[in-house]
């Protein structure tokens, strides 16, 4: 029998919310501590699903690399996967020609289509890199600084509560002495500025039409997961947005209802996140 991979992957999502939510939201911005997960070889980071996939089986594993290989390549480097290790499934997507049974016309859809990985904690054989440095609390909100003023988004600091309005296109934020922590401030404005990605004139996500009654709160996953890539770009453990487990139950609801749902919930929070981060790599490149 084939497996339904949408199935099993989003079956893995919600037992992982599950048992990680609390009162205060779910893990992920726990995660994005250790930075975002790569490929040891290509040293490209995974993206969308596969980023929650392996931050994930990090936690659950206690890996200490964020570095991953398929066996393949883990061979290819002169490694060996340990005798009994278990490789993490993932998904990448390739463009299938079908043919339209309504307009008789040819058209691509995409595909999902399995891997597995394993963490660089159950190969011998491979010389690991050098630990990254870790940046100093002042640093890490250097970085997170940095993200918000490249963006070039219009944020005002001002009354007590954090929102994007759409109508001006502008992130009010209270005045930073209202918050507990510096992290504190750049974790609500990170989430913000997730939001502010969606704008018509900027990535127009709109899920009213699939979602319904759920589209708000489906919005509110998506900032979740890009403002946790974007805390990984930082380097600290962002603190959960206020609110965010009232959401926990209406986003089980979506996934449950929706096997295709959190992959849509990734790939715009990816998007998201590369649309920010371009803004600097811009700035550095001009520099």
């Keep these: 029998m084939k497996t339904d991979l949408y199935q099993q992957i989003t079956d893995s999502i919600i037992a992982a919310i599950e048992a990680n939510a609390t009162g205060e939201g779910i893990t992920w911005t726990q995660d994005a501590a250790g930075g975002m997960p790569i490929n040891h070889k290509t040293r490209a980071a995974y993206r969308g699903i596969n980023t929650l996939i392996l931050w994930s089986a990090a936690r659950a594993n206690g890996y200490s690399s964020n570095a991953w290989l ?3 390549q883990a061979a290819e480097l ?3 996967v340990r005798k009994g290790e278990k490789g993490e499934l993932c998904v990448y997507f390739k463009m299938l020609e079908i043919l339209d049974k309504e307009t008789e016309e040819e058209k691509e ?3 999902a289509s399995p891997f597995w990985v394993f963490n660089l904690d159950q190969i011998d054989g491979i010389e690991r890199p050098a630990a990254a440095t870790v940046r100093t609390e002042w640093e890490q909100v250097e970085a997170a600084e940095a993200i918000l003023k490249a963006s070039g988004a219009k944020i005002n600091e001002t009354g007590q509560k954090a929102f994007y309005r759409p109508s001006t296109d502008e992130i009010t934020m209270p005045e930073r002495a209202r918050f507990a922590s510096a992290k504190d401030f750049y974790s609500v404005a990170l989430h913000e500025l997730t ?8 990535l127009n996500r709109d899920f009213s039409g ?6 708000y709160a489906f919005e509110e996953l998506v900032a979740e997961l890009g403002s946790a890539f974007l805390n990984a770009e930082t380097g600290f453990i962002a603190s959960q947005i206020p609110n965010h487990a009232s959401y926990i139950d209406s986003w089980l609801k979506v996934l449950k209802n929706d096997k295709r749902a959190i992959f849509t919930a990734a ?17 550095q490149a001009a520099a």
């Design 195 to 202: 939001h502010w990605t969606g704008a018509k004139h900027r």
């Design 78 to 80: 002169g490694g060996q």
């Design 70 to 72: 398929t066996y393949k």
């Design 267 to 283: 790939s715009q929070a990816s998007k998201a996140h590369g649309y920010i981060m371009a803004f600097q790599e811009q700035q």
């Design 109 to 111: 859809i995409p595909m």
């Design 210 to 215: 699939r979602f319904g009654s759920e589209a």
